[in-house]
T-cell receptor, first 112, second 116 residues
Framework: RKEVEQDPGPFNVPEGATVAFNCTYS??????FFWYRQDCRKEPKLLMS???SGNEDGRFTAQLNRASQYISLLIRDSKLSDSATYLC?????????????FGGGTRVLVKP | AAGVIQSPRHLIKEKRETATLKCYPI?????VYWYQQGPGQDPQFLIS???????DKGSIPDRFSAQQFSDYHSELNMSSLELGDSALYFC???????????????FGPGTRLTVL
């Protein structure tokens, strides 16, 4: 079993709709969590850090559920430009070298 | 804002050749990470450096080595290249132990390595 898992999708989303997806992690000692967006063959771009209280940035909302060991990303009012692969990333902390372990990515396709 | 710089952006090598990838972190960032992303895969951690010392090592082949220099830039040296080394190689940087966002990593545009 992978340490970090995501539904690969694709999630086909009508423009203007809301889409949400989760990412589960296996290490309960994981310390910080991130969502990155990756367009085809380009670098992961930081979308949001995920805090225990949940956080929102415009149309994007991220939640952390430590008890069930998952993080979620919700996109409201989807735009065509939101089409991308969304990678969740888990950092197990300084003792583990601060490295990020990524999920396999969730592909989102927003259609007119 | 200044971002992570990687060079070269594209590299084509023959089997058994060597390659050197360079990474220049965001100014003031002291920690550098290297990731490898194969076709259809997510990025896999290779190695990281904090204040010029190796801080962690992942699934990096023995044929690869890396270092971080006094100006904090890093180089990934790859020898005896194999076809399976063809991938995107990303460098990321962070503030290390300083600042609230010590754990937030920003990625460079990557080097696309093709081994023929």
């Amino acid at each position: 079993r992978k340490e970090v898992e995501q539904d690969p999708g694709p999630f086909n989303v009508p423009e203007g709709a809301t889409v949400a997806f989760n990412c589960t992690y296996s290490n309960s000692a994981s310390q910080s969590f991130f969502w990155y967006r990756q367009d085809c063959r380009k670098e992961p771009k930081l979308l949001m850090s995920v805090y225990s209280s949940g956080n929102e940035d415009g149309r994007f909302t991220a939640q952390l559920n430590r008890a069930s060991q998952y993080i979620s990303l919700l996109i409201r009012d989807s735009k065509l430009s939101d089409s991308a692969t969304y990678l969740c990333a888990v950092n197990e902390g300084k003792a583990a070298g601060n490295k990020l372990t990524f999920g396999g990515g969730t592909r989102v396709l927003v259609k007119p | 804002a200044a971002g992570v710089i990687q060079s070269p952006r594209h590299l084509i090598k023959e089997k058994r050749e060597t390659a050197t990838l360079k990474c220049y972190p965001i100014p003031r960032h002291d920690t550098v990470y290297w990731y490898q992303q194969g076709p259809g895969q997510d990025p896999q951690f290779l190695i990281s450096f904090y204040e010029k010392m190796q801080s962690d090592k992942g699934s990096i082949p023995d044929r690869f080595s890396a270092q971080q220099f006094s100006d904090y830039h890093s180089e990934l040296n790859m020898s005896s290249l194999e076809l399976g080394d063809s991938a995107l190689y990303f460098c990321a940087s962070s503030l290390g132990n300083r600042g609230r966002a010590w754990d937030t990593q920003y990625f460079g545009p990557g080097t696309r390595l093709t081994v023929l």
